[in-house]
C-alpha cells in the first residue's frame, strides 16, 4: 500500500507480508531512500523478516512494515497524524511501533489518530534487550565459556543498542560500543564502562561476541572473512548484507543466532498483550533462548546455516496453520 498526503508530505509504504498466523505486526521506519524503488525493497525484506520472527515466537500475528520516505519537505508531525487516520482505517489488520529512524513525537503524534501504536518506548526496549542477552548465554553456553567477562562489541546504542548494552553489562560483559554519533556512544560507554570505537571498525574488532544494533546489511561475506568474534547476535532486522555471508560464518565455526530470533522480544512485547492477552511476556521472550540453542545445534550437527534453518521452522508453522484451516473450513 502506498500512503501519501501532499499536504504534509507523506509519502510511506505499508508491506503486509503474511496473515495466515494473526495480524501483521511491525515497526514504522523513517528513512531518506536513494530512489522509491529501494524504499520498496527494504520495505519488503523488512517485512518478510517479520512474519519469520512472528512465527518463530510462537506469536499470533503475521509480519509487516511500515516506511516513512524521509525527505526536506516532509511536515513530520502532521505527516504522522495522517499516516494514524490511514492506518487506523484498517481496524487492526496491522500493528505498529516503532523502529529505525521515528522518534517517540512521530509515534506520539500518530498515536492521536491511531488505535494501533505501541508507545511503550522503554518496555520495547527492555523486551529486546532481554531476548539478545537469551541468545547470547546460549552462544556463551555453547562455545563453554562464562558470560561473565565476555566481551561484547554493540554496534549502534540508539534506544534498542543501549538497552542491550545496559543489560549484557549488568550480566557481567565487558563492553565496547560504537554508534555514528559519538557524543551519543560515549555517554553509553560512561554509563556501562565500555570502550568506544568507530562503528565499522567494531566489526573486525577483537571481541568475542558482535551484537549488531542498528541498521541492518552490515555483514557481507568480506565482513563474515574478517571477523574477529566468534558469535554474531543482535537486535538489528535483516544484519546480513548477502545470504552466502551465514556459510562463510559457519565454514569459520562463527556462531550466528538469526536476526528474527535474537530481535523478536519487541513484537513479543507488544503482540502478546494487545493480541494475545497475556498479561507477562517473559516467558515467550526467554523462549527464543531455547530455539537459538536449537537452530545453533542443528547447524552445528548439520553444517547449513542457521538462517536457513530458522526459516524452515518459521515456514513449516506458517504451513502447518494454513492445513489447519484449510480442514476446518472443509
Known sequence: MLFSHAPTGLRALLVIDDLTLGPAAGGVRTRAYPSFDHALEDCAELARAMTLKCSLAGLAAGG??????DHPGL????AFVRLGELVDELGGLFRTAGDLGTTAADLAAMATTCR????????LASAVARGVLRCIEVCAEIRGVALTGLRVGVQGVGVIGEAVALTLAQAGARLVVADIDRERATGVA????????DPRALLTAPVDVLAPCAVGGVIGRAEARALRAWAVCGAANNLLREASAARD??????LLVPDPVASAGAVIHGISASVMGLPDPT????????TAREILQESRSTGEPTPSIAERRARLRIEQARAHRGRSVR
Open 64 to 69: 509487516a512494515k511500515l516506511v516513512v520516505i
Open 75 to 78: 511536515d513530520r508531525q502532521r
Open 116 to 123: 494501533f501504536v505501541h508507545l511503550d518506548e522503554a518496555g
Open 190 to 197: 560512561r554509563a556501562v564502562d565500555a570502550e568506544v570505537v
Open 249 to 254: 560464518l559457519a565454514e569459520r565455526g562463527v
Open 283 to 290: 516467558a515467550l521472550i526467554d523462549a527464543l533462548g531455547t
